[in-house]
């Protein structure tokens, strides 16, 4: 599930073919685009154009999701292709079946902002989920055991933890700062609340629009 607070509500959903050849829309000309053949087809939630989605689901089952992050740095150029940060959710939908096979390719590419600073959710049926996240110029992927709560607002995972770890035994905290929102979330996770009620919790009533 997921809640998305934004300025905006307007969007498109879009289908999106497995066979297609694509390349990366760069805004910088000195780099060189990621390009890929859709192996997945795909469903999106999309904000700026087909490619560009906001979320979505691969036939395989794999679902990745994005959110703002402040503290984001991408890499500087370096030998690699590079991909927009919206566009990379769509080539990993597109190219691949399970959170395992993002974590081993992820490398491969180094986003290049277009405008957003933000980090990634993702999980596939399997149950199995990471954060991927660009600090300090490097990919840092949380999965597994480290992947405590399948949570994730928008301060960085261990930040997040931290957080969730000094709130201890007391009560869930009630503001909407991410912190607190995260740790609430994560609670009502562990309690096996249901998922409306979860993000119920973290609605504001301002900004969340879908």
Not at 164 to 175: D, F, M, S, Y
Request: charged share 20%; hydrophobic share 40%.
């Amino acid at each position: 599930g997921k809640s998305y607070d934004w300025d905006v509500e307007q969007g498109w959903v879009f289908a999106n073919p497995r066979g297609l050849a694509k390349t990366a829309f760069l805004l910088d000309p000195k780099d060189t685009p990621v390009r890929w053949t859709a192996e997945f087809a795909s469903v999106t939630f999309n904000q700026y154009g087909r490619d560009f989605p906001n979320g979505g689901i691969n036939e395989a089952g794999l679902v990745i999701e994005v959110m703002w992050l402040d503290e984001t740095t991408t890499p500087a150029p370096d030998k690699r292709p590079a991909i927009s940060e919206l566009q990379w959710i769509q080539w990993q939908l597109d190219t691949q079946r399970s959170v395992d096979g993002m974590i081993a390719t992820v490398e491969t590419a180094r986003v290049a902002k277009g405008y957003g600073k933000v980090h990634y959710l993702a999980c596939d049926p399997t149950g199995s989920c990471a954060a991927f996240e660009n600090l300090d110029g490097k990919w840092v992927v949380t999965s597994g055991p480290a992947l405590a709560t399948k949570t994730l607002t928008n301060d960085p995972y261990a930040t997040s933890m931290a957080a969730l770890a000094a709130t201890g035994k007391q009560a869930a905290p009630t503001g909407l700062a991410s912190l607190e929102r995260f740790v609430r979330a994560a609670m009502l996770v562990k309690s096996n609340k249901a998922p409306e009620a979860v993000l119920d919790s973290v609605r504001s009533p301002s900004l969340t629009q879908w």
